[in-house]
């Protein structure tokens, strides 16, 4: 999501598919943005605060500490608010980017607009898990050698995290349920290989078996 794909050419995917692609990858992009710019602002207002309660220790006034120590909170909240909204659109690009790799790779017919509008809605995290289950050898039928092993080995890197997140969901069989609905605060970890992952899915693969002519 450094570079933005275009979405012009991408002749085997319907009107509806390249509209629903191009609005999760952008809003994931930016919300990659602004994700980033909260951990800085956090991490900022975390030190300051460090080092203020260092030379206010044992003072009598310590305003500046508390106003701090509040501030400090109010980052944590904002970067979970972000993480939760930026968790909902990462996991549903990976999951609507393997679902049309998969059509494409099966000649199958363009999906639905009741289709996509499911798609584009935070998965499960058992639909993403599905998602992310589903081999390169069946994904990307032109790919062979070493760019499908590295493929290979990105993808159950992923599905690896994505059943951890599930925590003890997983050990009692059951992944039926969203993360941002039945966890809180910031239960996700580093979120930034899925953006990595959503990147690669969409401006690699997608770009590139979505044509009817390759460059």
């Known amino acids: ?5 275009q979405f012009t050419e991408l002749d085997r995917l319907t009107s ?17 943005h602004e994700l980033r710019s909260a951990d800085a ?11 203020t309660e260092r030379y206010t220790e044992g003072q009598r006034y ?6 701090l120590l509040e501030l400090d909170q109010i980052t944590v909240d ?27 790779a099966t000649n199958a017919p363009g999906l639905s607009a009741e289709d996509l509008q499911k798609l584009t809605a935070e998965p499960w995290v058992s639909t993403l898990c599905a998602a ?5 050898e069946r994904l990307l039928p032109r790919c062979s050698g070493g760019p499908l092993d590295h493929f290979e080995l990105d993808r159950k890197k992923m599905l690896i995290h994505a059943e951890s997140l599930g925590g003890r969901n997983v050990a009692e069989g059951g992944l039926d349920f969203v993360m941002t609905e039945a966890t809180t605060g910031g239960p996700f970890g580093d979120m930034e290989p ?7 899915l969409v401006g690699q693969e997608i770009s590139y078996y979505g044509r009817s002519t390759p460059s």
């Open 16 to 32: 509806d598919e390249v509209e629903a692609l191009r609005d999760l990858f952008c809003a994931c992009a930016d919300l990659r």
């Open 194 to 200: 899925w953006f990595v992952w959503a990147d690669h």
């Open 132 to 136: 992310l289950s589903i081999p390169g």
């Open 1 to 5: 999501m450094t570079s933005l794909p």
């Open 41 to 51: 602002l956090g991490h900022r207002v975390y030190h300051s605060l460090n080092n």
């Open 62 to 67: 310590t305003r500046h500490a508390g106003a």
């Open 78 to 104: 904002y970067q979970i608010a972000v993480e939760n909204v930026a968790w909902r659109h990462v996991s549903a690009c990976v999951v609507l980017a393997t679902a049309l790799l998969d059509r494409l």
